[in-house]
């Protein structure tokens, strides 16, 4: 609270509270309207950068609110002091356990407005970013396994991570488009009131890529998506013809599979022997390997 303080003087602060902590920042509550978000770490201040400069372009240019960037602090060296704060976004965070509460047109729903969502975000050009090459980011991350892990590993465990490091993605040959990049479930908010999507959070990986990367986590069979018929009813509803669906569903499979040497190369990045002994655990190599 003193450094929001110290650097806005003129915010009046009557209460803040813990609003959750992720692998890259934590979150604040301020007079429960605003969400203040600060980066762990150098990395994750870089991810901010680009997330205020994608909300600052995206203000009132999609169906559904973003959140609107009012304190921000100096950007440029990039430094863990770096922070912003944000107006904070009604409505309730898409849960399965919320969906499953959804009736079956507020389901529909929710489907429809999440591919509406998307049309519009890929259709925007008005953006000087980089293209994030998200395939060419994984390359790097096997490329340090490679160098850093499999050397100290030996025998069926060495051949069982080297089948993980040789994957190769399927074939993407539509144009890049702007996409959100971290494009899950949790990330749209519901008004239950209006029975429609009310806004969209979390643009820190927004980029140029291949859009098929925006329907990577709603294809993931995990218990933080919402199942198969409502991913089939977005894409659908988004116009991917039958081999565009393929494809999508193609890339989600080659995703979930190279997800544990990302997590090892993060592991070698952050010096965390803890993540890279859990993540070698669950390919199954029991084998303890220091960074």
Known sequence: MDTIRSIFPELVID??????????????YINNDLVFKFPKNKEASRKLVNELAVLDKLDSKLPF????????????????????GY???????????YYLRLSAYEQDRLAADTASFLLALHSQSSFDLKGN???????????????????????????LLKSLL???PPPLSKEKALIHGDFSSSHIFFDNKKNQVSAIIDFADACF????WDFMYLLEDSDEELGHEFRLNVMRRYGL?????????????????????????????????????????????????SI
């Open 209 to 212: 890529d291949y859009r098929y």
């Open 65 to 84: 609110s973003v959140p609107r960037v009012l304190y921000r602090t100096d950007m440029s060296s990039l430094s863990e002091n770096s922070f912003a």
């Open 166 to 168: 040789y994957i190769e």
């Open 15 to 28: 209460n803040i509270s813990f609003a959750g902590s992720g692998n890259e920042s934590d979150a604040y």
């Open 87 to 97: 107006s904070r976004i009604s409505g309730t965070p898409i849960t399965p356990d």
């Open 133 to 159: 090459n998200i395939l060419g980011q994984i390359q790097e991350d096997c490329t340090l396994v490679k160098k850093v892990t499999l050397p100290k590993i030996k025998g069926r465990d060495k051949e």
């Open 241 to 289: 013809d039958q081999d565009e669906i393929r494809t999508a569903l193609s890339l989600a499979e080659y995703n979930e599979s190279i997800w544990p040497a990302q997590q090892i190369a993060l592991a070698i990045r952050e010096r965390d022997n803890e993540l890279l002994t859990e993540t070698l655990r669950c390919i199954g190599i029991e084998k303890s390997i």
